[in-house]
Structures are given as structure tokens and as C-alpha cells.
């Protein structure tokens, strides 16, 4: 499995666009990439998932640029409650479990 | 609500008690996964399920742990002779794989504290 790099933690303020880069030189052709944000003493929630190029929800955006060793999780016009724990995860179809790092600390501010 | 459910929520426990948690995945989906998450650090792998089948157990499921799938529907996670370092957030997911994809959806955990 891809191992991820990502920031220990990140600030913003209430209404501002949030990236949180992901990096993982390894990721291999079968893998695809997922995040998830955890709220404390809550189970991780799925935000996103992508393979390639950008995708798009009702909540955020993943860019991925062609040759996929990183990506970057987009959210806009963050409010106080995005203020979670954010985690970047690469992951295959056929290798079943999620491999977790530590996340992206992200605290919002009014 | 047709999110994965886990019971109980919280569980505090003396050491050497046994401890028995349970799952209740997405109706349809045919993959559930438990982890565990302590304090500060992301969700660890533990074991999972494809229907009633266990296929993968992680090193950190020592012989006093066990999990089992019955149905291929509910699952339940023992915890026998629990030791302190048993504490932690126990989170159990599920996913039904297509197309290529899998998507892992949560629950809410269980917290359980050892004393």
C-alpha cells in the first residue's frame, strides 16, 4: 500500500477555501484515492474519492494531477463545524483494509 | 437510519473482565471491517469479513481477541481477560465493493475504557 504524506495540521478562519495536500510518490496503478473526516468520538465519515483528474461533491473537491503522487482535498468556504480531523488514504480494490496516518488537524476559527 | 450502527457506545470495563461489542453493517454490504483508534493516532486495522468469512486478521488481534460473522450480517468483536492497553475507540465499517471501487463506510465506535 502507498504510504501518505500529509500536514500535521492546518488554521484557517470561517468562510475561507481550505486545501490540504496529500503525498504519495508510490501509489500504484490499481490504487485509488479516498478521504475521510473525523469528528472526536466519532467513527471517520467519507468525503471524497477519486482516481485521476478532479472530482466533485456537494461538500468538497479532489484534485488529482496526472501523474496522481499527490492530491489535494479541496473544501470551500470552510465553517466552524469543518473543523476536524482529516485524513488522506490511498487504497486498492483488492488489498481490502484502510491503511490510516495520523490526518490533517484542521481547526477552523471565527 | 441505514448507517452502520455499533452497541454499546461506551463500555467501562475492570481488567481481566470479558468484553463483547457489536456491529450492525449497511444491510446490503457484503464487507465489514473493525479497527481501533487510541488517542492522537488514526484507525489501526484489525480484521474483516466478506459475508460470514473472516479473511484477514491483523497482527495486532492477539489470541485474546475473536470476532465472528454468524450470519453474514451482524458482527461482534470479544475481547477475553482485557488488559489496560485494550482501551480505545473500536470502530467497525463496511462496504459493498463495485466497480473497482470500495467504499468504507463507519460507525460511531465504541469507546472502551479498562481499569
Known amino acids: 500500500l502507498a504510504k501518505t504524506t500529509q500536514p500535521i495540521s492546518m488554521d484557517s478562519y470561517e468562510g475561507q477555501e481550505v486545501n490540504i495536500t496529500c503525498s504519495h510518490n508510490?501509489?500504484?496503478?490499481?490504487?485509488?484515492i479516498t478521504w475521510y473526516q473525523q469528528f472526536p468520538s466519532q467513527g471517520p465519515r467519507f468525503i471524497i474519492q477519486?482516481?485521476?483528474t478532479k472530482v466533485t461533491n456537494e461538500v468538497a473537491s479532489l484534485f488529482i494531477p496526472a501523474d496522481r503522487k499527490s492530491s489535494t482535498l479541496s473544501l470551500p468556504r470552510v465553517s466552524l463545524s469543518d473543523t476536524a480531523v482529516y485524513y488522506c488514504l490511498v487504497g486498492d480494490y483488492n488489498t481490502d483494509k484502510l491503511i490510516f496516518g495520523t490526518g490533517t488537524r484542521l481547526q477552523v476559527f471565527p | 437510519d441505514t448507517g452502520v450502527s455499533q452497541d454499546p457506545r461506551h463500555k467501562i470495563t475492570k481488567r481481566g473482565q470479558n468484553v463483547t461489542f457489536r456491529c450492525d453493517p449497511i444491510?446490503?454490504?457484503?464487507?465489514l471491517y473493525w479497527y481501533r483508534q487510541t488517542l492522537g493516532q488514526g484507525p489501526e486495522f484489525l480484521t474483516y469479513f466478506q459475508n460470514e468469512a473472516q479473511l484477514e486478521k491483523s497482527r495486532l488481534l492477539s489470541d485474546r481477541f475473536s470476532a465472528e460473522r454468524p450470519k453474514g450480517s451482524f458482527s461482534t468483536l470479544e475481547i477475553q481477560r482485557t488488559e489496560q492497553g485494550d482501551s480505545a475507540m473500536y470502530l467497525c465499517?463496511?462496504?459493498?465493493?463495485?466497480?473497482?471501487?470500495?467504499?468504507?463506510?463507519f460507525g460511531p465506535g465504541t469507546r472502551l475504557l479498562v481499569l
Open positions: 477519486g482516481y485521476k
Open positions: 444491510s446490503e454490504h457484503n464487507r
Open positions: 508510490n501509489i500504484a496503478t490499481n490504487d485509488y
Open positions: 465499517a463496511s462496504s459493498l465493493p463495485t466497480g473497482g471501487y470500495e467504499t468504507q463506510y
